[in-house]
């Protein structure tokens, strides 16, 4: 079956300029997180949707950043004004809820370059 | 709060050689811990996990980790390292009893494994 899927897979843009990352997750998968990678390093937290509940946007590092989930299945990030400072690869993962301890599944990401 | 230590940021294993990385963590409750690799551009790809039972736990690619409560920790290891295990390594930890839990990622060890 498909896995997670993230368009574009780069993204090029110029400084100031609004994103936006998509991210399909697993079919009936009802957990979905976004995290923020720079140069190979850590995964940052940014948000985190389960089902229904509201999302946790603790890790989101600026109001330019805002992330929404339609019917519960795929998701957009959407960056506002676009910084160099923004420049990572973006991941998005899901996971099965049905049991907490599922693990997660990734995309590839999405690398974002702004100049 | 719960987090998650990789004290190593890279690891150099001769091939054939036995291979550790090391992780330990910190939650409030029962941990769920993971262990993911990740190859150049691409996702996370989820190793093993501990949810409870036996604390030696089995994964891909011959990769084990075992659980210690007493020091906290889930080191991940390899009886017998291949060129082709050198990746980055995340470990990961979630708190159990709360499907609201996130699961926060340690920072990474780079594992080199030289011929």
């Known amino acids: 079956g498909a896995g997670v899927s993230q368009s574009p897979s780069n993204k090029v843009t110029e400084k100031g300029k609004d994103v936006e990352l998509r991210c399909d997750p697993i079919s009936g998968h009802t957990a979905l997180y976004w995290y923020r990678q720079s140069l190979g390093q850590g995964l940052e937290f940014l948000i985190y949707f389960q089902g229904n509940s509201a999302p946790d946007k603790s890790g989101l590092p600026s109001d330019r950043f805002s992330a929404e989930r339609t019917g519960g299945s795929v998701s957009t990030l959407t960056i506002q004004r676009t910084q160099q400072e923004d420049s990572a690869v973006y991941l998005c993962?899901?996971?099965?809820?049905?049991?907490?301890?599922?693990?997660?599944?990734f995309g590839d990401g999405t690398r974002l370059s702004i100049l | 709060a719960q987090s998650v230590a990789q004290p190593e940021d890279q690891v150099n294993v001769a091939e054939g050689n036995p291979l550790t990385v090391k992780c330990t963590y910190s939650v409030s409750g029962n941990p769920y811990l993971f262990w993911y690799v990740q190859y150049p551009n691409r996702g996370l790809q989820f190793l093993l996990k501990y949810i409870t039972g036996d604390n030696l736990v089995k994964g891909s690619y011959g990769f084990e980790a075992e659980f210690n409560k007493s020091q906290t920790s889930f080191h991940l290891k390899k009886p017998s390292a291949l060129v082709s295990d050198s990746a980055l390594y995340f470990c990961?930890?979630?708190?159990?009893?709360?499907?609201?839990?996130?699961?926060?990622f340690g920072s990474g060890t780079r594992l080199s494994i030289r011929p």
């Open positions: 990961a930890v979630r708190e159990s009893g709360s499907s609201a839990s996130k699961i926060i």
């Open positions: 993962a899901s996971s099965s809820q049905g049991y907490i301890g599922q693990p997660q599944h």
